[in-house]
């Protein structure tokens, strides 16, 4: 429940209209608990899937685990990045490090091929 993550969460669930018209499907992943996400699902109202990764399989699979630092101290965590992924299960763009505000947009103007 970080602003960052709120952010990005609402922004996702406020254009998720625009994403059902081009038939693409919106996950979110994180190494929270499902309790956690469904706490924060039902907080924000968000029509989507949070996926639980407790186990950190798939953020270490996908390599967005990564040391971070803040203030000076290193720490782990994920870095906030978006994969768009085909209907073959491929990937068929990241955006790494993702800047919260516009980000949204960017996604849609991509997936749209603009």
Same mark, same amino acid.
């Given at each position: 429940?970080?602003?960052?993550?709120?952010?990005?969460?609402?922004?996702?669930?406020?254009? #998720?209209?625009?994403?059902? %018209?081009?038939?693409?499907?919106?996950? +979110? =992943?994180?190494?929270?608990?499902?309790?956690?996400? @469904? /706490?924060?699902?039902?907080?924000?109202?968000?029509?989507?899937?949070? #996926?639980?990764?407790?186990? %950190?399989?798939?953020?270490?699979?996908? +390599? =967005?685990?990564?040391?971070?630092?803040?203030?000076? @101290? /290193?720490?782990?965590?994920?870095?906030?990045?978006?994969?768009?992924?085909?209907?073959?299960?491929?990937?068929?763009?990241?955006?790494?490090?993702?800047?919260?505000?516009?980000?949204?947009?960017?996604?849609? /103007?991509?997936?749209?091929?603009?």
């Amino acid at each position: 429940m970080t602003s960052g993550c709120t952010k990005e969460a609402c922004d996702f669930r406020d254009a #998720l209209p625009n994403f059902r %018209k081009i038939k693409a499907v919106v996950l +979110g =992943v994180s190494i929270d608990s499902t309790a956690s996400h @469904k /706490k924060f699902a039902d907080k924000y109202d968000l029509p989507f899937t949070l #996926l639980s990764d407790e186990k %950190k399989e798939v953020v270490e699979k996908y +390599g =967005v685990w990564k040391e971070k630092s803040m203030y000076g @101290k /290193k720490y782990m965590g994920i870095e906030r990045t978006t994969f768009i992924i085909d209907e073959e299960g491929k990937i068929q763009n990241i955006f790494p490090k993702v800047k919260v505000d516009g980000h949204v947009n960017e996604v849609m /103007k991509m997936l749209k091929g603009e």
